[in-house]
């Protein structure tokens, strides 16, 4: 017990920039990129390494031909290292931001769908009536950790946000079939032999995904994309009949809605952002603002200009 008190007792005396080394050399394998991502010397890497090892009575890595890697001992500080890292960026914002009026940067993280036609005017609207808030747009599926300060304001389609975030729901998207302008009025999207443009890797679980797998042959789905903006692209192109939300197919050229919405298909439009930052300025700015741009296009997203619910 006694040796487990006395790590334990070193490690309270270690400081952010010990914690910051063990990170970094844990992430890179090595002391150059280690070095590099830090900013200081390889040596300075090495000696505080060392240091560290011999205040705290343990190895933190096994030098291995293939890098640095972590021993158990060494994985608990990464762990720590994290956890401190979270809070330092929590304190930061709440310090440097409640005060901050409309200058600076508003980053906003979304899907290629959503940003396309439907969140780009929204944000051009904003920025002209906020000419100090640089804005920046950050485009993928996969979900930027707010917490991380990756991102200040989210915008997504699901229907389980994240319990860290805060926000509301806007709208329910809705989806339809859609096909090319060209030629869809001569086909059914369900007839049999109909090519089909469906969705792969991280859109796998889409809803769209398993309903058109479950309704159409494997071999007629020609075209499979992680790209719900690539999908609507595919299907103006005549690739084959698609699903897509309606606040994208219904605007967009070359497209037209072949078919009524799906209800089972519908997810939630989310605006979200973390606890910490919800008072800022800009991200209260952008939100409201948001929120009552999409409140006006709610008959889009909610797929309400064409075609009735099924």
């Known amino acids: 017990m006694g040796g487990r008190s006395d790590f334990s007792d070193a490690v309270a005396q270690l400081s ?41 009575g343990v190895a933190l890595f096994d030098h291995r031909r293939s890098g640095y890697m972590l021993t158990a001992e060494g994985v608990e500080l990464r762990e720590l290292a994290e956890r401190v890292e979270l809070d330092i960026v929590s304190v930061a914002r709440r310090v ?3 005060g901050q009026g409309p200058l600076g940067k508003l980053r906003i993280t979304t899907s ?15 920025k002209a009536l906020n000419e100090g808030i640089a804005i920046e747009v950050l485009v993928g599926n996969q979900t930027l950790s707010l917490a991380r300060d990756e991102s200040d304001i989210a915008v997504r389609a699901t229907n389980k946000p994240a319990e860290s975030l805060v ?24 007839e049999e032999g109909q090519p089909w443009v469906s969705y792969s890797a991280a859109l796998c679980g889409l809803k769209a995904t398993s309903y058109v797998d479950s ?7 020609s075209y499979r994309t992680d790209s719900v903006a690539a999908a609507s692209a595919a299907i103006v192109a005549g690739l084959g009949f698609g699903f897509l939300p309606c606040m994208l197919g219904d605007i967009t050229p070359g497209l037209v809605r072949v078919g009524p919405v799906v209800p089972e298909l519908q997810d939630g439009l989310w ?9 800022s300025w800009r991200v209260k700015a ?9 409140a006006e296009l709610k008959p889009l997203v909610e797929g309400q200009r064409a075609l009735p619910v099924s």
């Open 16 to 56: 952010w920039d010990d914690l910051r080394i063990i990170k970094a050399l844990s992430e890179c394998a090595n002391r150059t990129d280690a070095a590099k991502k830090l900013g200081i010397n390889i040596s300075t890497v090495s000696r505080r390494v060392a240091q560290l090892e011999k205040t705290l």
């Open 96 to 98: 440097s931001r409640a």
């Open 112 to 126: 290629d769908s959503l940003l396309l036609y439907f969140l780009t005017p929204i944000i051009a609207q904003f």
């Open 167 to 190: 926000g509301r729901k806007l709208a329910t998207i809705a989806w339809a079939p859609y096909g090319s302008d060209k030629n869809a009025p001569t086909s059914t999207p369900f």
């Open 215 to 221: 309704r159409v042959h494997p071999d007629c789905i």
């Open 271 to 279: 605006l979200l952002t973390h606890q910490d930052i919800r008072k």
């Open 286 to 294: 952008f939100m409201t603002f948001c929120a009552a741009a999409v």
